[in-house]
């Protein structure tokens, strides 16, 4: 069974903390079945980015509002070899530096930045469900970019695996200085008053602690198809 069981294609939303998984985990449902995939944290890291290279005060939240509407963001949601370009430049580089990391938190509680990466954010979503479907990841997914999405997940992992797994991503780096940011933006992120981070009652929470990446994808492809799968039966006797 594909995930194309609809006409309209499936969304699938991810949210959770930094290292739960939720980019690995979104890039190998989506290419397990064809779907288009949209990494949001990168967004707002291109960003913060854009505000750091034109010397805009993070610490000035009215300054980086007003500032929000001038970067040129597109996001290619291609699985295999996903694209972020600010004003034209690819920035898949320089959006994962500690300079961006520090202070990315800081730039996505402004509202006005959050207002135009979420509008962008649902005519991504939009365009790829008339072509298959999507899967989502960030943080407010299930709660605001796409509260109707037939699957919901939220990914959580212990601290310290989550931490080790930053480390493994970032060689030669130090696990307690990593766990001890991750707490730091856990914070920020979930305690920021717009659309912070928050498990919805009816988004599945899955503990990956104890689990390796193939058996967490294997997972979400059957929950993937059986939506799907759903959404075309519901088609089908609304036709008939
Ligand atoms: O997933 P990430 O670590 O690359 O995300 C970077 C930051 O972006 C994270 O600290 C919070 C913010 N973010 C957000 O506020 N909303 C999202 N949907 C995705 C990320």
Request: avoid cysteine.
């Amino acid at each position: 069974m594909s995930a194309q069981g609809s006409a309209e294609g499936v969304v699938v939303a991810i949210d959770g903390p930094s290292g739960s998984g939720k980019s690995s985990t979104a890039r190998g449902v989506a290419s397990a079945r064809g779907l288009r995939y949209l990494d949001t944290g990168a967004m707002y890291r291109a960003m913060t980015w854009w505000m750091q290279h034109h010397r805009i005060d993070i610490g000035d939240a009215a300054a980086v509002a007003e500032a929000a509407g001038r970067p040129d963001i597109t996001m290619g949601t291609d699985p295999a070899a996903p694209t972020v370009r600010v004003d034209g430049t690819d920035v898949a580089r320089e959006i994962r530096t500690q300079q961006v990391t520090a202070q990315v938190s800081a730039v996505s509680a402004v509202p006005a930045v959050r207002e135009r990466l979420v509008a962008m954010q649902r005519e991504i979503i939009a365009q790829a469900r008339r072509s298959g479907g999507i899967v989502v990841e960030g943080r407010d997914i299930t709660t605001v970019v796409a509260p109707d999405a037939p699957v919901k997940l939220y990914l959580t992992a212990s601290a310290e695996a989550r931490a080790h797994r930053r480390s493994g991503e970032l060689s030669g780096s130090d696990v307690a200085a990593i766990q001890a940011d991750l707490a730091r933006r856990d914070l920020l992120d979930s305690s920021r008053e717009d659309s912070p981070l928050t498990r919805t009652a009816d988004a599945l929470e899955l503990e990956t602690t104890g689990l390796g990446l193939d058996e967490v994808i294997a997972l979400v492809v059957e929950l993937t198809d059986r939506a799907a799968a759903a959404a075309g039966e519901a088609e089908r006797s609304a036709a008939s």
